[in-house]
T-cell receptor, first 113, second 116 residues
Framework: DQQVKQNSPSLSVQEGRISILNCDYT??????FLWYKKYPAEGPTFLIS?????DKNEDGRFTVFLNKSAKHLSLHIVPSQPGDSAVYFC????????????FGKGTRLHILP | KAGVTQTPRYLIKTRGQQVTLSCSPI?????VSWYQQTPGQGLQFLFE???????NKGNFPGRFSGRQFSNSRSEMNVSTLELGDSALYLC???????????????FGPGTRLLVL
């Protein structure tokens, strides 16, 4: 059973526009969420996180929104740049429990020139 | 500060063989986690080690095992390899000391294992 779902395997966005990557989760106990970015032949790198006590966290061009009632989070990249082309993984965990980080299957983002 | 290193980077084995993968965490990091990445399943958690003890385990068969040494370096072993074990195996380290504390995980480049 996939507890963290990224339903779009791929997404293409024009350079300069907004990229929106979506993630849904099923476990209401999750209270910490992360986004990782992965280039080919490299390990994932941490991008941004959000605690369940917040509904928005911003870091430069990256903003993560959390809607707890819908069990949904999204990552917004504005403006999108060519270097943003990568696979993005959404992940979630439960604090003070087993702390396992559960990852989604990833969304491949293509930034078009 | 050097990043997480994994050896070897690429490996080809045949069914039934066993394999050992190695991970050296960032200096000072005591928590090491292992993940399997496949195209169909994304990143799946294998196990986490902290101070030479396995602290967490994912839903993988007993053929997958690991250990951590006193210098925090970790090894992962897969016995009786199956075709489905072909994947990218990623190791991540963090400075996390206690459960519930949020410390960023830093990933290595991975070991790509191909089982023929």
């Amino acid at each position: 059973d996939q507890q963290v779902k990224q339903n779009s395997p791929s997404l293409s966005v024009q350079e300069g526009r907004i990229s929106i990557l979506n993630c849904d989760y099923t476990n209401s106990m999750f209270d910490y969420f992360l986004w990782y970015k992965k280039y080919p032949a490299e390990g994932p790198t941490f991008l941004i996180s959000i605690s369940s006590i917040k509904d928005k966290n911003e870091d430069g061009r990256f903003t993560v929104f959390l809607n707890k009632s819908a069990k949904h989070l999204s990552l917004h990249i504005v403006p999108s740049q060519p270097g943003d082309s990568a696979v993005y993984f959404c992940a979630a965990s439960v604090m003070n429990r087993d702390d396992k980080i559960i990852f989604g299957k990833g969304t491949r983002l293509h930034i078009l020139p | 500060k050097a990043g997480v290193t994994q050896t070897p980077r690429y490996l080809i084995k045949t069914r039934g063989q066993q394999v050992t993968l190695s991970c050296s965490p960032i200096s000072g990091h005591r928590s090491v986690s292992w993940y399997q990445q496949t195209p169909g399943q994304g990143l799946q958690f294998l196990f986490e080690y902290f101070s030479e003890t396995q602290r967490n385990k994912g839903n993988f068969p007993g053929r997958f095992s690991g250990r951590q040494f006193s210098n925090s370096r970790s090894e992962m072993n897969v016995s009786t390899l199956e075709l489905g074990d072909s994947a990218l195996y990623l190791c991540a380290s963090s400075s996390k000391l206690d459960r519930g504390r949020r410390e960023t995980q830093y990933f290595g480049p991975g070991t790509r294992l191909l089982v023929l």
